[in-house]
């Protein structure tokens, strides 16, 4: 994705935030703090497959100064929905406010390809860190969780303490945990280049192998899924899955491979059912609409199968165009085409292909399904 799409999305919430901290802000004595989340604040973020989809940029607003012991989800909805609404009016934007389940959507111009979703949060923090270490789970990304509305939960209009649970900040921690020393390395280089400091580069600038790995997958994943429905694979489970299978690999492909070998020794089986746990937050299920749409979890399966034999196929030639061909299937053939065109590498080292990764690659096979993933020693909790 051009660096300028994250400046714009930067200058949005920005702007937002600027919005809710002005002196007749209904929100400004209770400490509005707009930021990212999701792919976005990972770097994981890809093209649309087309100009007629657009990018989603998630974002929250956590009024740091507000208890949920103060007012319903419904309550903090609306305060903060007619705060957005001023601003979307006082910025001529053309398109209505949208209400999403948990959060409300501004719809840019078209030309700007992109819409923002803002999804209303309190701080809980203390909250989590508790319920976390009752359940004698580990409790360190705990600092930075939040409670957020959902509409269709049944606590919605309720004064209560009892609210939905989410940690993008934390999650973010983690996932950089995973890659912390590639992406150190490649700041350095890059800080090096630019003759700058490393503090001075931002993270949205350094691309690590486990960043890239996950774009390809996540762009093979909407390719497969092009013209499909509800079973195309969500990005959290396939980014939580990666990360957890990434090793350190140091090129894209050795990460490409390991990453498809091992990313579903991850899914867990708990009380008769898939459990793919949030890291921050084990007791949050990612997979948990595997169980009422079984055909989510077979969708999963078919396409991890599906990116295992095609860059496998792909790892194990020399031929740029066989490369090309095979890649294309997933990812799509202009895609594909751009990727030949640049610098051919080095002779006797194919596209994918090096030492180290080719066992791998071609030991690539699809998982016996009648074996469930397995529950590791010590995994529980209530659900």
């Known amino acids: 994705m051009p660096p300028s799409r994250y400046e714009q999305a930067d200058r949005s919430y920005m702007s937002l935030g600027d919005w809710l901290h002005r002196d007749a802000s209904t929100v400004r004595q209770y400490g509005p703090k707009v930021y990212v989340q999701g792919s976005f604040r990972l770097g994981t973020t890809i093209r649309p497959l087309n100009d007629a989809e657009e990018y989603d940029v998630d974002s929250v607003c956590e009024l740091q100064k507000l208890g949920k012991t103060s007012l319903t989800q419904q309550q903090l909805k609306t305060l903060l929905g007619a705060e957005i609404e001023a601003y979307r009016r006082a910025q001529n934007m053309n398109k209505p406010l949208r209400e999403g389940r948990r959060c409300w959507v501004l719809d840019y111009a078209d030309g700007a390809q992109f819409h923002m979703d803002i999804v209303p949060a309190l701080p809980n923090g203390q909250a989590a860190r508790l319920l976390l270490e009752s359940r004698g789970y580990d409790a360190r990304w705990t600092l930075t969780a939040i409670a957020i509305t959902d509409k269709e939960g049944p606590t919605y209009t309720t004064v209560t303490d009892d609210w939905p649970r989410s940690n993008p900040k934390g999650y973010c921690e983690w996932f950089k945990s995973r890659m912390a020393t590639a992406l150190e390395r490649r700041k350095r280089v890059l800080a090096d280049s630019m003759r700058a400091s490393v503090e001075d580069i931002p993270d949205y600038k350094v691309r690590t192998p486990l960043q890239a790995a996950i774009m390809i997958l996540k762009r093979h994943r909407d390719h497969t899924f092009e013209h499909g429905g509800d079973e195309r694979p969500i990005s959290v489970i396939i980014t939580t899955l990666a990360a ?140």
């Open 244 to 383: 957890h299978a990434y090793k350190g690999e140091e090129t894209i492909g050795e990460a490409l491979a390991v990453i498809l070998a091992g990313m579903d020794q991850h899914i867990l089986w708990h009380n008769n059912r898939y459990w793919i746990p949030n890291p921050t937050d084990p007791l949050e299920n990612f997979a948990d609409k595997w169980a009422e749409h079984p055909e989510r979890a077979t969708a999963f399966y078919e396409w991890l199968q599906k990116a295992r034999t095609e860059f496998a196929a792909a790892a194990r030639s020399s031929d740029r165009r066989v490369i090309t061909e095979i890649v294309g299937r997933g990812v799509g053939g202009s895609m594909a085409d751009r990727t030949a065109r640049r610098r051919p590498p080095p002779p006797r080292s194919p596209l994918l292909k090096t030492a180290s990764v080719a066992p791998v690659a071609e030991g690539l096979s699809f998982p016996d399904r009648s074996r469930v993933p397995t529950k590791p020693q010590g995994f529980g909790g209530a659900e």
